[in-house]
């Protein structure tokens, strides 16, 4: 029988788990690397999410894997190219979580502007310290967008509707009617009040904006990545950060999650500091947005089942 294992349950709900065990023995389990290295061996689909690192040695171990399905649009945990190879098929979403990672981004945006996480936490000890909390107006404000893809389009849709003035780089990207066009990347950057990062992670964007770029943004400049951690020079952020060189940011992502060491620089610094925002990479993780991916991955993964047992794949 074929054996489906999906490594982070918590993100599939009944219906999802239910459209699996159509296609066979359904194993759920949240496993450490070891123990899925233990398992690998004896599983034909692989059912993932961010935060389970396929890479190319649990592929080598992987001697009956036929398809990898991704609950997500993004595709970086997984060495496409080794799976390639190896002949096996990867599926993935598309435009799934496009509402809530433009909302998160947005709530990210708002919280940052009206120290919103701050006031909480001063209050909620008993301090009320209006004075320390004085926020700043989105209307009338530029904001920049890196990549304007669907997630980007749909920030810029917000953002228009909050009054703000929207630009964007992206070089694919010729024309859109709620965002002006800017030619060059330094351009963008030191013309935005608020830059939200919405790009792709490809080799062209890996460290887009490092030290150099950080220095052409505004000195009241704020920062929003709920992209890929890869796309942004963090320790450049915190530098700039740390110096007033910028006033902001939010990280949403990071170059290696989970992020659970409370040593780690980006932590120990939000933790000392009011002026980073950080959550652990909820951009898509919403209620409705992981029953739909749960649901669609699922019932892609029946269909490519199909096709190999007709082809006699499996």
């Not at 649009?73 to 997984?78: F, K, P, R, S």
């Not at 940052?112 to 000890?125: E, F, G, Q, T």
């Not at 389009?153 to 070089?171: E, F, H, I, R, S």
């Not at 939200?196 to 990545?225: C, F, P, V, Y």
Request: with cysteine.
């Amino acid at each position: 029988m074929t054996r489906i294992l999906v490594t982070e349950p918590e993100y599939f709900d009944e219906d999802a788990r239910k459209e699996l065990r159509k296609s066979g023995e359904l194993v759920l389990r949240r496993l450490g690397r070891k123990p899925l290295e233990k398992i690998i061996p004896t599983i034909d689909v692989l059912v993932v999410r961010i935060e389970t690192k396929v890479d190319r040695r649990l592929l080598g171990m992987a001697k009956r894997l036929k398809i990898i399905g991704s609950a997500t649009t993004g595709l970086d945990h997984i060495d496409l190219e080794f799976a390639k190879g190896m002949g096996i098929k990867v599926i993935s979403l598309h435009g799934i979580h496009t509402i809530p990672t433009a909302e998160h981004t947005m709530a990210l945006m708002i919280s940052l502007c009206r120290n919103i996480p701050w006031a909480h936490m001063s209050l909620s000890k008993g301090a009320w310290q209006r004075h320390r909390f004085i926020g700043r107006e989105l209307n009338g404000k530029t904001l920049g967008i890196v990549g304007l893809g669907r997630i980007g389009k749909q920030v810029a849709k917000y953002a228009v509707q909050l009054g703000m003035n929207v630009t964007y780089y992206d070089p694919n990207v010729f024309r859109q009617p709620l965002a002006r066009k800017i030619t060059s990347l330094p351009k963008l950057l030191s013309g935005a009040d608020i830059l939200s990062i919405h790009a792709s992670l490809t080799k062209e964007t890996n460290g887009l904006i490092g030290r150099k770029e950080i220095s052409q943004m505004k000195e009241s400049s704020l920062l929003i990545n709920t992209a890929r951690g890869k796309i942004v020079d963090y320790t450049a952020l915190l530098d700039a950060l740390a110096k007033h060189a910028i006033s902001g940011a939010a990280i949403d992502v990071f170059p290696n999650e989970p992020l659970e060491n409370p040593a780690d620089p980006i932590i120990a610094y939000a933790r000392r500091h009011q002026n980073l925002l950080v959550t652990p990479h909820l951009g898509g993780s919403t209620r409705e947005a992981i029953h739909r991916a749960g649901l669609e991955v699922s019932t892609k993964i029946g269909i490519a089942l199909k096709a190999n047992r007709r082809e006699g794949k499996l």
